[in-house]
């Protein structure tokens, strides 16, 4: 059949021009495809219902100026959209699953735009115009005098014409679905015929002569039959359908290039090579490529061992640190307080910390700097903790406050009211549905200890500042993970040198190596150079089918993206907790850069200087960079409307902020 391939009717919808609409339009020329534009959601349906384009790239890096996915469930709500191809053009990678089949990760260089034309004109868009012709191929079956019939190659009955319906008696719903061996045969035939038939199929070649049907009123009619088989064309034993194309998505990470190439030989290789291809993904998909040390599974003896080694050898390492930094517990504090002594002033503001919109502010001012052991108390016991853990609430109070009073009170970001926001958000976090199902108790708890300590001794200055200025501690880390390492490590440290703030004391040796690692897993993952990759992994492995989804790599995996997101929630906080957040973190970098330029170190946030930083501008880098991806991810999963709509209100406070060239947290007073 001839099918049509030049001339494609492209339709591109961009809000604004830039590099990449002019690359696309300019790819059109060069193709000589018909090219429109359109601005808004409005214009480009109108334009799409007069023109029905083969093809229409949608601009989906910028959520803000218009939603795309809703664009492309309109495009699709118009009947004729059916074989049209929609290709979203997205930043780094893409969070939204079912909707764009196709994605086009944000290039604008021009021989790329025209290169995907290419590849989409070739690939998909022709794949749809066959589509098209075989609609047109099953009407003219519909109208043919000669009964047709089809089956599968394992002989069901996939389609007959309505002249097969009229000849034989039968109507189709009777015969779709149905083994030919089911459908009764007439006695007339010679007994080896359809063996004869069967074995001419299996060979591939066409059959033709005299056979008699049984028609539903148990009449045989003498028909001249052909049969012919259709090799390699309906793929009825295939399993790895475009279904798989669809939930593995197109991630600029190489294991995700990785992935679909895998995905794409699957389709043309044999049953078993398929699936051995299977068993890779599965790997690929779950396990730790990047950080063997710590994808040690529980139930592997072996890998415990060497955990186990390695922590001793740490742990001699650290003596050095310890005399130059000594963390005890101060003596102020020693008196413990309880839950049950807790001020009615405080239990108040606490009232309400099970909701998202619960404020921290409010409770570190109630308790005089203390917020972590309070809001620690309440959630600990709220989930059930001691019990876990099997110790006295007494110790629990110790081991928060000693904690805590590791925290620096100085720092304007990294103190422990930063830690208690964490462990707020944690806890939230846990009481999704979704989030709770993944889970196990022991993550839980390993989770919410993770974020009480994920920050302690912070020195208020960030890795690079500490490698740069060659602190102990970078020394002591070889420059990697320094703080990361350091927290968790300090934690462990000050947590068992006590017995009264040891909240492991009693708990088995088996379990306790289990939760240190969680807990190490999981302060580590707030490194941020690794963002990418954790959320990378999520996504990827989040997509695949639920059934797998209660496997130990996943729960890591989301272990490790409920505290990143706990970590850096503030833009999703409403919008007055926002904006304070955002003052302090902006406090703490302008600090750096003055020490970092007092003592000629390299400057490396040179934006963050307080002479000239605008504010607005650096949270709306942020929110862009880092936020939005990770939380479109992490609320697909959790389900986090709220919080979605405190970071869209908050992105569009920052925007108003920096149109109005203003570089403060708020608007000058009118
Ligand atoms: C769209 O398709 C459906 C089902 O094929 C049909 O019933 C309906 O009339 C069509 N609507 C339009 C506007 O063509
Ligand atoms: C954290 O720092 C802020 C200054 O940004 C300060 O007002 C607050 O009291 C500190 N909180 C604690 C618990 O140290
Ligand atoms: C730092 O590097 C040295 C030399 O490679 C190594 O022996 C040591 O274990 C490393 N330390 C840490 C904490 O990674």
Not at 203 to 231: F, H, L, M, R
Not at 343 to 369: C, H
Not at 459 to 464: A, L, Q, Y
Not at 498 to 504: A, E, G, S
């Amino acid at each position: 059949m001839c099918l049509p391939v030049s001339l494609l009717q492209v339709l591109l919808v961009f809000a604004k021009e830039d590099s990449q609409s002019n690359g696309f339009c300019w790819a059109c020329e060069k193709a000589n495809f018909r090219c429109s534009m359109a601005r808004t959601p409005e214009s480009a349906l109108e334009c799409f219902l007069e023109k029905h384009h083969d093809l229409v790239i949608i601009d989906h890096r910028h959520s803000r100026h218009f939603d795309a996915e809703a664009l492309c469930r309109s495009i699709r709500a118009v009947n004729s959209s059916e074989n049209t191809v929609i290709v979203a053009v997205v930043k780094r990678y893409v969070i939204s699953f079912f909707l764009f089949v196709t994605r086009y990760v944000e290039n604008a260089n021009m021989m790329a735009c025209y290169n995907e034309l290419l590849q989409l004109e070739h690939g998909e868009v022709r794949a749809q115009f066959k589509l098209r012709a075989g609609n047109a191929i099953f009407t003219a079956l519909e109208q043919s005098q000669e009964a047709i019939e089809i089956t599968s190659e394992d002989q069901v009955i996939q389609y007959v014409n309505p002249a097969y319906e009229s000849i034989m008696g039968y109507q189709q719903g009777e015969l779709i679905g149905k083994e030919i061996i089911e459908v009764p045969k007439s006695e007339k035939n010679k007994p080896d015929l359809l063996e004869t038939i069967n074995s001419c199929i299996r060979k591939g070649k066409e059959w033709q002569g005299i056979y008699y049907a049984k028609k539903k009123n148990g009449d045989s009619i003498q028909q001249n039959v052909k049969i012919t088989p259709v090799i390699g064309q309906g793929g009825s034993q295939r399993r790895h359908s475009s279904m798989a194309r669809i939930h593995s998505m197109t991630i600029e990470a190489p294991i995700t290039k990785v992935i679909n190439i895998i995905n794409a030989a699957q389709e043309s290789s044999p049953m078993p090579v398929a699936e051995a291809l299977d068993r890779v993904l599965e790997i690929l998909r779950t396990t730790e490529l990047y950080s063997p040390q710590l994808g040690t599974k529980d139930e592997d003896p072996h890998t415990n061992d060497l955990v186990g080694g390695l922590m001793t050898v740490s742990r001699r390492s650290f003596k050095k640190f310890e005399t130059t930094q000594p963390h005890h517990l101060p003596s102020h504090l020693t008196t413990p307080l309880s839950l049950s002594d807790i001020p009615p002033r405080i239990a108040q503001t606490m009232e309400n910390e099970d909701s998202w919109d619960f404020d921290i502010f409010n409770l570190e001012a109630a308790t005089l700097k203390r917020p972590l052991t309070y809001l620690g108390l309440k959630i600990f016991s709220r989930f059930g903790v001691c019990e876990f853990l099997n110790c006295p609430e007494a110790t629990l109070r110790s081991w928060l406050q000693v904690i805590e009073a590791n925290y620096h009170s100085s720092n304007s970001y990294h103190n422990s009211t930063h830690a208690a926001d964490v462990l707020h958000a944690t806890a939230y976090f846990l009481c999704k549905e979704r989030v709770k199902q993944s889970l196990d108790p022991i993550d839980e708890v390993a989770a919410l200890i993770a974020a009480t300590v994920h920050d302690v001794d912070h020195p208020g200055r960030t890795n690079s500042f500490l490698c740069n200025a060659g602190s102990e501690l970078a020394i002591l880390y070889n420059d990697t993970a320094v703080l990361e390492s350091h927290h968790a490590a300090l934690a462990f440290q000050i947590t068992t040198r006590d017995d009264k703030c040891n909240i492991f004391k009693n708990i088995e040796r088996n379990e306790y190596r289990t939760l240190r690692q969680a807990i190490i897993d999981m302060v580590l993952a707030t490194e941020m150079t690794k963002h990418f990759e954790h959320v990378n992994k999520f996504v990827n492995s989040i997509n695949k089918p639920l059934a797998a989804l209660e496997e130990n790599g996943n729960r890591i995996l989301v272990k490790r993206m409920l505290i990143k997101c706990a970590d850096i929630s503030n833009p999703c906080r409403p919008q007055e907790l926002c904006i304070e957040w955002a003052g302090r973190i902006s406090e703490e970098y302008f600090a750096q850069t003055d020490e970092e330029k007092r003592q000629g170190l390299p400057v490396v946030m040179p934006v963050f200087d307080r002479n000239t930083c605008s504010i607005p501008k650096s949270q709306i880098s942020f929110i862009d960079y880092f936020i939005t991806d990770m939380f479109d991810a992490w609320d697909a999963f959790a389900d986090l409307p709220n919080l979605m709509q405190h970071l869209d209100n908050n992105f569009k406070y920052w925007k108003g902020l920096d149109e109005r060239k203003l570089h403060s947290l708020r608007p000058p007073p009118e």
